[in-house]
């Protein structure tokens, strides 16, 4: 890098170097998700301070993104890129290719990845996994072991294929993703709820002989029912109404979309099902097309 600087991805490393089972916690891809960081920082502590209670190999990359977490940058900074659609990268392309294809060289030995992200800075996002079809046969019973409270299946999109997880699946390197939170904030519940189910998982794999976490929850799984996506039909500020991650009843109002110019309600959105918000707006200004919520129903 310019004026003498190396760019450097740090990982922190419990266990020998030829310990099985080899399971990588991967964050910090998105410069303005920080959840993540929080999660690193109590699964590091509670490895390094009971090192005796493991059997196998626990890697944490906190920072994926360096340069990105560092100016708060979604991300890339200078390069303009967003790091998540250029995996699986290339030896001879641009620095940032060579960058996610050294990533997943060092990646893709392992025995399962959890690759932990927030939202952005306008939605909140329940603890959540996201499982490509393709991938729910392998991918459902390690997502159930990890504390969350709803685990989508989705559709694979022509998007996906330039992510890190789909990258790794794809070369068989099991790869589960996580989405809590909001962007550029930290939710110490949602986090020490994701902590607790990574030492579950850890105990299932028989790398952690340590104390199994309490009241470990039962995920929803939506491969039964289906996902609605609400939009903005118009422009403004919204105002909620309903709460994230409750259930609601169809044609129940979700919030007003108003204009502070005139005082007029541009629109009422109501939601169109009976069932689970799992994604809800939180940044207040919205144009036309702009996401409001997803709601889960298992009819």
Not at 3 to 22: C, D, M, N, T, Y
Not at 29 to 46: P, S
Request: hydrophobic content about 40%; some cysteine.
């Amino acid at each position: 890098m310019p004026v003498l600087e190396h760019l450097q991805i740090r990982k922190f490393v419990v266990g020998s170097a030829e310990a099985r089972p080899r399971i990588c916690i991967v964050t910090g891809i998105h410069g303005d998700e920080l959840e993540g960081q929080y999660v690193c920082y109590k699964i590091a502590h509670k490895l390094r301070t009971h090192q005796s209670k493991i059997n196998g190999r626990v890697e944490i990359y906190p920072a994926i993104n360096p340069l990105g977490v560092d100016s708060v940058c979604r991300g890339i900074p200078t390069f303009d890129l967003d790091m998540n659609r250029i995996f699986p990268g290339a030896t001879d392309g641009h620095v940032v290719e060579r960058i996610a294809h050294d990533v997943v060289e060092d990646l893709k030995d392992a025995d399962l990845v959890i690759d932990i992200h927030s939202s952005n800075i306008f939605l909140y996002e329940m603890p959540q996994a996201r499982i490509s079809e393709s991938t729910v046969e392998y991918l459902l019973p390690y997502a159930e072991m990890l504390n969350l409270n709803f685990i989508w299946i989705h559709q694979a999109a022509t998007v996906l294929e330039s992510t890190i997880a789909h990258s790794l699946n794809s070369i068989g390197t099991p790869t589960v993703v996580v989405e809590m939170g909001i962007g550029m904030r930290i939710t110490p519940e949602y986090g020490n709820q994701l902590v607790d189910g990574i030492f579950n998982l850890l105990r299932n794999f028989g790398v952690w002989s340590g104390k199994q976490p309490e009241n470990i929850t039962t995920p929803i799984v939506s491969n039964k029912g289906s996902v609605s996506m609400i939009n903005a039909g118009a422009s403004g500020i919204v105002v909620s109404y309903a709460e994230h991650g409750t259930w609601v009843k169809a044609n129940q109002r979700l919030c007003e979309i108003v204009n502070p110019l005139n005082g007029k309600v541009m629109q009422e959105v109501c939601s169109p099902i009976d069932g689970l918000i799992f994604t809800m707006r939180g940044y207040p200004v919205v144009y036309e097309g702009s996401l409001i919520a997803r709601i889960y129903s298992p009819n």
